[in-house]
């Protein structure tokens, strides 16, 4: 198992940690800053670095095969820690400070937009969500101008924790069809923007909806019949 250190703090950038294991499949760690690829969000990219001057670069993060499992994905024909190496795990700050605030807009956007969740993506510098609803009715000024109205009214963000039982007795906590609740030892992590927004989710957001910064719709597309896909990009 690796102690996901995102979980908790989506601020943090740099940990210590020990090699647990380190071969084709990806380099394990017993603690990790690096967010592992799931419900929409890619993983994290950065680098391990350790005394003597040993370095490198992690491309991305994904889940192994046993629960917990995080396997750091290193960089063609890169040499690989040895086990039980010291080493310090940094993230590609910008970039994941970037996916988190897109994240929390995606959040934004699943309140703005009525309608069931059917997939999205979160990426650096584009987002979007597919809605579940018949064709017409989306506007992209007046998506843009409620999404940018929250966003200037810095709602605070929050992640807590409940119990698998009371997910179960409130479905509408599950907005996402797509993609299954966060799950861990009988706990689901919710994400809370106050007065706005709360749903499972397991991905790393902004303290306040205020960091994420301007944004505008991009494009509305028809992907099917009740299949509408809202893309959201940085005004920036």
């Not at 998506?143 to 200037?152: D, K, Q, R, S």
């Not at 009988?186 to 306040?208: F, K, Y």
């Amino acid at each position: 198992m690796t102690e996901l250190g995102f979980r908790d703090d989506a601020y943090l950038r740099r940990c210590a940690a020990t090699v647990t294991a380190a071969d084709a499949a990806g380099i394990r760690l017993d603690r990790t800053p690096f967010y592992v690829r799931g419900g929409g969000q890619p993983g994290d990219s950065g680098v391990l670095e350790w005394t003597g001057g040993g370095r490198v670069e992690i491309v991305d993060t994904v889940k192994g095969a046993a629960a917990d499992e995080v396997l750091h994905l290193p960089a063609d024909g890169a040499d690989l820690p040895a086990p039980g190496t010291e080493v310090t795990a940094i993230i590609d700050w910008d970039r994941r400070h970037r996916l988190m605030r897109m994240h929390s807009c995606m959040h934004l956007l699943s309140a703005v937009v009525e309608g069931a969740v059917t997939g999205g993506q979160v990426g650096a510098d584009k987002g979007r969500l597919d809605f579940d609803i018949p064709e017409g009715g989306l506007d992209k000024a007046a998506i843009t101008e409620a999404l940018n109205a929250l966003i200037a009214a810095d709602h605070p963000i929050a992640p807590r924790w409940v119990s698998t039982a009371e997910l179960d007795a409130n479905p509408e906590l599950v907005k996402t069809m797509s993609v299954a609740p966060p799950k861990t030892s009988g706990q689901v992590r919710l994400v809370e923007i106050a007065g706005v927004d709360l749903q499972a989710c397991g991905g790393t957001h902004v303290a306040r909806c205020g960091e994420i910064g301007p944004v505008r719709v991009a494009k509305i597309e028809n992907k099917g019949r009740h299949n509408r896909r809202v893309s959201i990009v940085f005004a920036d």
